[in-house]
């Protein structure tokens, strides 16, 4: 395993609410991933960060907010959920500690969220 | 812009059936990765398999094998006498070019379901 927790695992929320949702990695990898998968659409790429306090947007940035304070937790927060943000979430690190080689990525399990 | 498809949404296929899963890619890097990812019902993602775009020959890893054609920027997966775990969602991926500017970022393909029925 590769040491990735991402919490909670299920969340139904209301519109309008703040949602955070927490990725905590073991490894010490120096890149971190937030994806969200939803039908039709596969994987696509929320934010990423490259270190701490490092971070840059993907290609469905929207509405998503990122931080990363320490090497081994990268959050994503939803500051007013909405509708179209229910989808299950991915936490992804690189296999490299350093600049990443186009190596495989390490998923967490997964965060089932739901707005209401 | 690097784009993925997989146009076939869902595969049923009865076991010991050979199938076969389509992903077409473009890009506009001389160097790039592929990969493939296999999701099962459980739901998390497994890596399978990464190419990168100097290799040319076809891998073949016990019933499952893999053939990249860059003339047509393909990059199939075939599994050999399918069996009922190999039911889930298979993804195709492509990375960007490697080098100091690398972010090691993927992006995926729209993903295909297989089901394998006994």
């Known amino acids: 395993d590769a040491g990735i927790t991402q919490s909670p695992r299920h969340k139904v929320t209301e519109t309008g609410t703040p949602v955070t949702l927490r990725c905590h990695q073991t490894?010490?990898?120096?890149?971190m991933y937030w994806y969200r998968q939803d039908p039709g659409h596969g994987l696509r790429l929320i934010h990423y960060?490259?270190?701490?306090?490092?971070?840059d947007k993907g290609e469905v940035s929207d509405g998503y907010s990122v931080s990363r304070s320490k090497t081994e937790d990268f959050l994503l927060t939803l500051e007013s959920a909405t509708s179209s943000q229910t989808s299950v979430y991915f936490c992804?690190?690189?296999?490299?500690?350093?600049?990443?080689?186009?190596?495989?990525?390490?998923f967490g399990e997964g965060s089932r969220l739901t707005v209401l | 812009a690097q784009k993925v498809t997989q146009a076939q949404t869902e595969i049923s296929v009865v076991e010991k059936e050979d199938v076969t899963l389509d992903c077409v890619y473009e890009?506009?890097?001389?160097?790039?990765?592929l990969f493939w990812y296999k999701q099962p019902p459980s739901g998390e993602l497994v890596f399978l398999i990464r190419?990168?775009?100097?290799?040319?020959q076809n891998e073949i890893s016990g019933r499952y094998s893999w053939n990249f054609q860059k003339s047509t920027s393909s990059f199939n997966f075939t599994i050999t006498a399918s069996q009922v775990v190999d039911s889930a969602v298979y993804f195709c991926?492509?990375?960007?070019?490697?080098?100091?500017?690398?972010?090691?970022?993927?992006?995926f393909g729209q993903g295909t379901t297989l089901q394998v029925k006994p």
């Open positions: 960060s490259y270190g701490v306090k490092d971070t």
């Open positions: 992804a690190i690189s296999e490299r500690n350093g600049p990443p080689s186009p190596g495989e990525l390490f």
């Open positions: 190419r990168n775009s100097f290799d040319e």
């Open positions: 991926a492509l990375s960007e070019a490697p080098g100091s500017g690398n972010t090691g970022k993927l992006i």
């Open positions: 490894e010490n990898h120096r890149y």
């Open positions: 890009t506009r890097d001389t160097t790039y990765y």
